[in-house]
């Protein structure tokens, strides 16, 4: 798990920490809508 973290922090040293929020924004509402559909 420790590698992991450290492999996201250089994926996101290296896009910018502004498009790394976008796309965890992106995932957030794509699983909402996942769980949405499924109720």
Do not use: P, W
């Not at 509402?29 to 499924?38: S, T």
């Amino acid at each position: 798990m420790r590698d992991y973290f450290e492999l996201f922090q250089n994926f996101s040293e290296k896009l910018g920490f502004s498009h790394l929020i976008l796309m965890l924004d992106g995932y957030n509402v794509k699983c909402k809508v996942k769980k949405a559909k499924e109720t």
